[in-house]
């Protein structure tokens, strides 16, 4: 440990850390731009500059490390005529245009520009000439408001390992691009959203479909039917000014019947679906000698990853949809023949915490008949958006339920939302399926938790057919981690039966869709309502949902049956990207 001193205040802290992490300890705020905790430490913005005695020029607090006695100065007037300087420098080549901005109010470079009181932009020069992208169907780029933080980069290249932006060119000119300057549908992004999630500005945000949604209600001969997915009742409350974490599911349902929506469904119900048909694909497996480790396949963000990077391991890939798909193929099968509608008036719609749906509802995969599962898919920010235009007083409104008959859930599909969700679920109905008795222990404590960096595993152990067998499962978040267990699987050094990927770290409560910002104290705390929420729950199984019960009864047969595999079953391909370059 070293004796330091911040502003008048002795703090004692861990050699190595850096001067804004002592200052972080103690509670003295820094400004910073560029900075994602635990993850870029890089001094490129300059905003966090701060006075160290017996040293002449000011240093980038991020990225200088503390020594034994050292004594900083946060906040004297050197530094802040400093900073202020830099960021009026930053805004010179920035857009003004903070009023039709998708991110006024909660932009961090107006916000500091609040902060350090700039009400004009003194320097006006020349401004950069980037780009913009908005053709791909998951993010929107404006290279004129980029302030090169870098933040996008880190993250996709360092946390996602995906590779789909990186800094070119140089001094002025610097900016964030794909490689071969291709459009990003074209590159290699997944479409994870997590560039979006770090952007401090509105460089990238997301490629907006609330239009089409109010065109679809305000239409007489459209039947709006709206499903909205686990992790957005912790998280959208965010929005409205509750805390991380808080549970508003019942006002969600009222804010859609407000909005004008049609029919109101729950995703979770789908969730249940989803582990009925995945947890009978790998008893299949594991009995008739399958092709092992079954992966998961909810994640269409990891889904794009392993079809890119991976295409060799596709055969371990679940055949199953995502809920999302899921519930959108029976509104438009199930549901609308119950209820005696033309599927091809329904517009299927879904609030989703993750950017990626916006491109899996339009996989040519998924539908039948002439029409897709789901039409539209916007994600928490744009609902929250919704609602805000329709003057809905969200945190006013009184809690209501999803219609029938596809609403009813369980605790195993609410927890979905969280890394470790899927898996714990799947095994809280296979494992009673496979030893044909109930299991009262069913909190699998081994799979849950945050593991930002690593692989979370675990051993259960079951019968099949009498025998003795250690089902060992495995369970990974973010695209790196994801990448580190198919290199594992590649090399043979794997021996799980069972893994579930999300692309974003945390799982979907870190979503590219999820409100901003996503620390990893507010994934926390976001993880932390999604199981109390699972304990609140008076059904926990996914097995014992009557709704599932009932739809297997009266339209699905049996599950992992030829029906089943009709609706809710797909197939994966191996996407080559660059061959336009070829």
Known sequence: ML????????????????ILEAANKIGVKIPTLCHIP???????CRMCLVDIEGNPKLQAS??????????????????RDTRKFVLELILSDHPTTCLTCERNTRCELQSMAAELGIDIVPYRGATSSRGKDNETLQLNYDGSKCIYCKRCETMCNEVQTVGAIFSQKRGFNSEVGTPFNVPFKDSVCTGCGQCVLNCPVSALKDNENIDEVWEAIQNPEIITVVQVAPSVRVTLGEEFGLKPGSIV???????????????????????????????????HRVKNGGTLPMITSCSPGWVNFIETFFPDLLPNLSTCKSPQQMQGAMVKTYFAEKMGLDPKKICSISVMPCTAKKGEA???????????????????????????QAEVEFLNLPDEGPDDPIGISTGAGLIFGASGGVMEAALRTALEVIEGHEIENIDYEA????????????TVSTKIDGNDVDVKVAVASGLGNARKLMEKIQAGEADYHFIEIMACPGGCIGGGGQPIPTTTEIRKQRIEGIYKGDKDMPIRKSHLNPAIQVLYKEFLGEP?????HEYLHTHYHHQKYYDNLK
């Open 38 to 44: 635990e993850i870029q430490k890089i001094g490129a």
């Open 3 to 18: 004796n330091i001193n911040i502003n008048g205040i002795d703090v004692k802290v861990e050699q190595g850390s850096t």
């Open 249 to 283: 599911t019942g006002k969600i349902f009222a804010a859609m019947r407000r909005i004008g929506f049609d029919h109101i469904f729950d995703t979770d119900f789908a969730a249940d679906l989803t582990i009925m048909e995945e947890g009978h694909e790998f008893i």
């Open 447 to 458: 799979v849950r938790g945050l593991k930002l960096d690593g692989v979370k595993e675990a």
């Open 362 to 388: 339009k996989r040519p995969e998924m539908g039948r008949d002439g029409y897709s599962d789901v039409d539209i898919a916007i994600t928490t920010r744009e609902f929250a958006k919704m609602i805000r």
């Open 560 to 564: 992992n049956g030829h029906k089943a």
């Open 62 to 79: 991020c990225t200088t490390p503390v020594v034994d006695g050292m004594k900083i100065r946060t906040n004297t007037k050197k530094v």
